[in-house]
């Protein structure tokens, strides 16, 4: 086992996108980071290779977070790594969007499965590693509130985790661990951009006062406040980092 004085946050999903911004954010926090991931070895590779060039410390952990060995083996790595868990931070998903009345089943299910059954399994998990002061988070959307025709499933898994938040918060109740979701609107990201036209983007950008789009450095500074002590006080709570998107 590796020793370390550091915290120690697992972050799910972390080899690309919001989720290695999450991971390198942490790391600067001063977090010993999990970069879990699903496929991408090389991707979660040069993810932790960035945080080590930064000085801070950091595995790779290879995990498909729908399934209850691989998450408790995500856990049993982070601890052989680093000896603790102080942070999860279940970012990992996919969404594939059509109507409901096009979608294959099969595609319904890999969604509900990764995005919803897949934070269940982590809190499930959490709940047995994470000591007082620990930090829960998970990753919903903004697009809940849109109810944009072809993000029925994706909206359904995602609207299931900010219920299990709530009820996870209330079932760790007297342990001094804090549980809270992270909602983001449109984020540049490769995921955002692809099959987009540019008069899209223009039109999604515009339906925020800010007008512009989100990056992945605002989502990574939510996660970061709450997994902080001044987070301490925020719980059971949806934040909606979207920039007045609605």
């Not at 059509?98 to 319904?108: Q, V």
């Not at 990764?114 to 982590?122: I, M």
């Not at 809190?123 to 029925?152: D, Q």
């Not at 008069?199 to 990574?220: C, F, N, T, W, Y």
């Amino acid at each position: 086992m590796q020793t370390s004085a550091h915290k120690v946050a697992i972050v799910t999903g972390a080899s690309r996108g919001i989720g290695q911004t999450i991971a390198r954010r942490l790391a600067s926090d001063g977090y010993a980071v999990v970069v879990n991931y699903a496929g991408n070895a090389e991707a979660a590779a040069a993810v932790v290779a960035a945080i080590q060039a930064d000085g801070g410390a950091a595995v790779a952990v290879k995990a498909d977070v729908s399934q209850p060995d691989a998450v408790r083996g995500l856990f049993a790595s982070a601890r052989q790594a680093f000896g603790r868990v102080d942070v999860v931070v279940a970012n990992g998903g996919i969404m594939k969007n059509a109507l409901i009345g096009d979608m294959p089943l099969a595609d319904f299910d890999q969604i509900v499965n990764v995005n919803l059954r897949g934070a269940f399994l982590l809190m499930a998990e959490a709940s047995r590693h994470l000591g007082r002061g620990g930090r829960f988070i998970a990753l919903s959307t903004s697009v809940i509130a849109k109810n944009v025709p072809s993000y029925g499933a994706y909206i359904a898994s995602k609207a299931g985790v900010e219920g299990l938040v709530k009820v996870f918060a209330n079932e760790l109740r007297g342990r001094n661990i804090t549980v809270n979701a992270v909602a983001p609107g449109p984020v540049a990201t490769e995921l955002f951009f692809e099959g987009k036209s540019d008069e899209q983007v223009a039109h999604i950008i515009m339906q925020s006062p800010l007008e512009r789009i989100g990056q992945p450095k605002d989502i990574a500074d939510a996660v970061s406040f709450l997994a902080s002590e001044q987070g301490g006080w925020i719980n059971g709570q949806v934040i909606r980092s979207n920039g007045g998107f609605a």
